[in-house]
């Protein structure tokens, strides 16, 4: 472990029923710890029930005080971390709704802190991603360059989620980066 571990929390955002996400953050969580680097958190998303936004006082104003019990753990969550791996499907060219309510419910709780993707979906997440970074920009997040992308057509048989090689290699690549930017 490093000298001053930093605790990194991996977010899975998919809630659906079925979804391949589990598997993949799975796969995430085992690789970031067997690095043995930083303290790394699975936080998966259907576990928060986080609700529909419809809080009068905007989150960046909340002060971290939120009337809902399930944004407030939410929001204990996510202020613990240091840093992020989203892990994102890709639902009609776009993010997941649910997943960004979650981000959109919470405000000081994500800024300055860098974040990494790691995305899939039949079209392997891209726009997904792509979209993810302009949303963190506005939290002055920095978005890690590399990022992994995984196909469900090929990454993905049976039900069984398999990667390819590669997407192993792009991994430790993305958590390499991450971590470099928490020294």
Known sequence: MATNPKKIGIILGSVREGRAGEQIASWVLQRAEARGTHDYQLLDLAEFDV????????????????????VTRWSQAVDACDGFIFVTPEYNHSVPGTMKNAFDSLGPEWMRKPVAFVGYGFDSAIRAVEHWRVIVANFSMFDVRNQVALSLVDDLEDNAFNPREQKSKDLDRVLGDLEGELA
């Open 51 to 70: 609700p529909h936004l419809v809080a009068v006082t905007p989150p960046g104003a909340a002060q971290k005080q939120y009337a809902d019990e399930a």
